[in-house]
């Protein structure tokens, strides 16, 4: 079955960056969207950004974009998102997720299949 496992969460200041990662096994990594969705307490799930099967194609929450960047690497089975200029709203923990179709690209919380445990993200102001 598919496993997701992030990693790289933790505590920074507001303005600081994280790098997050998240290993997938037990697909075929390089035929599935993979995106990044979190969940803030006492608030609903929601995306943050997605990477086509290539990482030729990308796309971003209007409240992240310019500030993080998604990547995957197909050869390792891994996909990062980079965090940069980073606001205590950011505060959420951060989900790995692959998409249920093989070569789909959309981006709603439905049609992503498996998840991770999640990585907390804390941002302190």
């Known amino acids: 079955q598919v496993q997701l496992v992030e990693s790289g969460g933790g505590l920074v200041q507001a303005g600081g960056s994280l790098r997050l990662s998240c290993a997938a096994s037990g697909l075929t990594f390089n035929s599935y969207v993979m995106g990044w969705f979190r969940q803030a307490p006492g608030k609903e799930r929601e995306f943050v950004a997605a990477?086509?099967?290539?990482?030729?194609?990308?796309q971003y929450a209007d409240s992240v974009k310019g500030r993080f960047t998604i990547s995957r690497d197909n050869a390792k089975n891994t996909v990062l998102l980079q965090m940069n200029s980073l606001k205590p709203e950011d505060t959420a923990v951060y989900y790995c997720?692959?998409?249920?179709?093989?070569?789909?690209?959309?981006?709603?919380?439905?049609?992503?299949?498996?998840w991770g445990q999640g990585t907390q993200v804390t941002v302190s102001s």
């Open positions: 997720a692959v998409h249920k179709t093989r070569l789909v690209f959309t981006t709603y919380l439905t049609d992503f299949g498996s």
């Open positions: 990477i086509s099967w290539s990482g030729g194609g990308t």
